[in-house]
């Protein structure tokens, strides 16, 4: 089965379990999925009962796909994303995104957490996403092109949009939530980057870095949606402090600021 049937058959199947016509997605990263848990009306269904879907394998991801309402504004969370480095093509790591394009949702918002890179970047430390660059050797857009969701050479020149940019900076003013900006450069993984890879991403411009997120930005462009990106700094990159890197950090940072993660989003949604 093509593509564009897998795309029609699933989404097909997860609009007759609900009512709900979502207009705002989320992707919720490595400890961030508590904000499905607040939506009203919820209907929760898991990933594995979704055909076609991927599994999520990383540890704080619930891997389910959450509809509800915030704010009276109908979402659609992912609770867990899916990974390159774990073995899933591009194209199934964009999967959800492509479902979500096509339940008709316009504005998408994507969660990470981050590695920083910019020295001044502490754990914890909220950073709205500015630009991002894709270092994870492919592209989602490879193949054949789905022209029923986009040209087949995508202008990238915005990939957040600037209306939503300025919504969520005003919402963390609003709240007196520190709120850095920078550039996120996506990595393949699954190991952590190496000292010398950490100094070229700098100098290349990254202020974080990560291995997600890029790619679904990517195909949410094509599909004609507008996207707003916020990574939480979960640990400092390699080289820049001395000791080990490893993910029970990231989950342990990510619990640590929640509160005020999920006050944030939650205001962004109000104002979108």
Request: glycine share 10%; proline share 4%; net charge neutral.
């Amino acid at each position: 089965m093509n593509l564009d049937f897998k795309i029609i058959d699933a989404t097909n199947e997860i609009m007759r379990l609900h009512k709900i016509k979502p207009k705002i997605g989320l992707v919720l990263g490595s400890g961030l999925g508590e904000i499905a848990d607040e939506l009203e009306e919820r209907v929760v269904i898991p990933y594995k009962t979704i055909s076609g879907f991927p599994l999520s394998t990383v540890e704080g991801h619930k891997g389910n796909l959450v509809f509800g309402k915030l704010y009276n504004k109908s979402i659609v969370a992912m609770q867990g994303r899916f990974h390159y480095y774990e073995g899933y093509s591009m194209k199934e790591v964009t999967f959800p995104i492509r479902i979500m394009a096509k339940m008709g949702i316009e504005s998408l918002l994507v969660t990470n957490a981050a590695g920083g890179i910019n020295k001044d970047f502490n754990p914890g430390d909220l950073m709205l996403i500015e630009d991002m660059i894709n270092l994870q050797g492919s592209n989602p857009l490879i193949g054949i092109n789905l022209e029923d969701f986009g040209v087949r050479f995508p202008d990238l020149s915005h990939p957040f949009n600037k209306e939503m940019k300025k919504i969520i900076i005003e919402s963390a003013k609003e709240n007196n939530i520190s709120l850095q900006r920078g550039v996120y450069a996506a990595v393949s993984g699954p190991s952590f980057e190496t000292p010398a890879e950490v100094k070229m991403l700098r100098k290349l411009g990254a202020d974080a870095v990560g291995m997600s997120t890029v790619p679904e930005v990517i195909v949410a462009r094509h599909s004609g949606i507008k996207v707003l990106g916020i990574s939480c700094i979960s640990n400092i990159a390699a080289g820049i402090l001395d000791g080990p890197l490893n993910h029970e950090e990231v989950i342990e940072t990510t619990n640590k600021v929640k509160k005020s993660f999920k006050k944030l989003i939650k205001e962004t949604i109000r104002n979108i």
